[in-house]
């Protein structure tokens, strides 16, 4: 893919990404995904979810459904973690 969306520098299976665009997430679920050898339509089924969702988060789509979005990362195995921009990513 050309113009296939960046994980976050420093991002790595066991560490902590800051993410600052719905690119940067997208990168970040479709890296987890391939890591767990799961095809989107594998996630959409899994997820209970449309096929065409999971396209739209991966390219970083700014629109997609807040819920949706913390569900399948639950089920990617990936948690969101809000903190003070003072404090360093562990």
Do not use: C, W, Y
């Not at 209970?48 to 807040?66: A, S, Y």
């Amino acid at each position: 893919m050309p113009n296939s969306p960046k994980v976050p520098v420093g991002h790595s299976a066991d560490r902590a990404a800051v993410v600052k665009t719905s690119t940067e997430l997208g990168a970040l679920v479709r890296s987890q995904r391939t890591r767990l050898a799961l095809r989107q339509l594998d996630v959409a089924g899994l997820g209970n979810t449309g096929n065409r969702f999971i396209v739209d988060l991966e390219n970083g789509k700014p629109t997609v459904q807040l819920q949706k979005v913390l569900d399948l990362l639950d089920l990617l195995g990936l948690e969101v973690v809000v903190r003070p921009k003072s404090q360093q990513a562990s």
